[in-house]
T-cell receptor, first 114, second 116 residues
Framework: GNSVTQMEGPVTLSEEAFLTINCTYTATGYPSLFWYVQYPGEGLQLLLKATKADDKGSNKGFEATYRKETTSFHLEKGSVQVSDSAVYFCALSGRDTGRRALTFGSGTRLQVQP | GAGVSQSPRYKVAKRGQDVALRCDPISGHVSLFWYQQALGQGPEFLTYFQNEAQLDKSGLPSDRFFAERPEGSVSTLKIQRTQQEDSAVYLC??????????????FGEGSRLTVL
């Protein structure tokens, strides 16, 4: 079945540091890949997505590239801010299986210190 | 409101009680999903509706869990004879079309269930 593996947190960085959160997946067919973010006290919201191999999703300074050869979708940001402190979830959608639902990783908590 | 609304936000139940959790999706959204999120874990799929039709209930952990969306808008997740392992945050999400195509789900803030 489909699965997503994320690096464990928490990840603690100083403001303006470079961020990488690793995500790898297992899926049949050609899934779409997503990063969702959950800020404190709020619901999950879509951060970025990529729907085919070599696509790069980007939003709010965050980027992730769909790497089919390594089955990865690592999240990166060049310079984090305190306001980026949140929990980040990698997810996939197995369209080829007909399954409409997203499969999520366990989440990675990011703490950015001033 | 403009977003997905869930109620109650917090629910404490004694073991063996029945609970009902409500989800008001964004108006006009066709797809509705329920997820269960244990502490420190990612959301786990429970069930999916397209309008009033429940197309996938493969994630429901037991026959004590039941969901409905009778008029294709508001949905209710019911848990009968609650057990301690049911303690979790229950998330509702909706999307305009089929989320499998775009992945853009809009989530509510969740209902936190604690079973004593």
């Amino acid at each position: 079945g489909n699965s997503v593996t994320q690096m464990e947190g928490p990840v603690t960085l100083s403001e303006e540091a470079f961020l990488t959160i690793n995500c790898t997946y297992t899926a049949t067919g050609y899934p779409s890949l997503f990063w969702y973010v959950q800020y404190p006290g709020e619901g999950l919201q879509l951060l970025l997505k990529a729907t085919k191999a070599d696509d790069k999703g980007s939003n709010k300074g965050f980027e992730a590239t769909y790497r089919k050869e390594t089955t990865s979708f690592h999240l990166e940001k060049g310079s984090v801010q305190v306001s980026d402190s949140a929990v980040y979830f990698c997810a996939l959608s197995g369209r080829d299986t007909g399954r409409r639902a997203l499969t999520f990783g366990s989440g990675t908590r990011l703490q950015v210190q001033p | 409101g403009a977003g997905v609304s869930q109620s109650p936000r917090y629910k404490v139940a004694k073991r063996g009680q029945d609970v009902a959790l409500r989800c008001d999706p964004i108006s006009g959204h066709v797809s509705l999903f329920w997820y269960q999120q244990a502490l420190g874990q990612g959301p786990e799929f429970l069930t999916y509706f397209q309008n009033e039709a429940q197309l996938d209930k493969s994630g429901l952990p037991s026959d004590r869990f039941f969901a409905e969306r009778p008029e294709g808008s508001v949905s209710t997740l019911k848990i009968q004879r609650t057990q301690q392992e049911d303690s979790a945050v229950y998330l509702c999400a909706s999307s305009l079309g089929s989320a499998g195509d775009t992945g853009e789900l809009f989530f509510g803030e969740g209902s936190r269930l604690t079973v004593l």
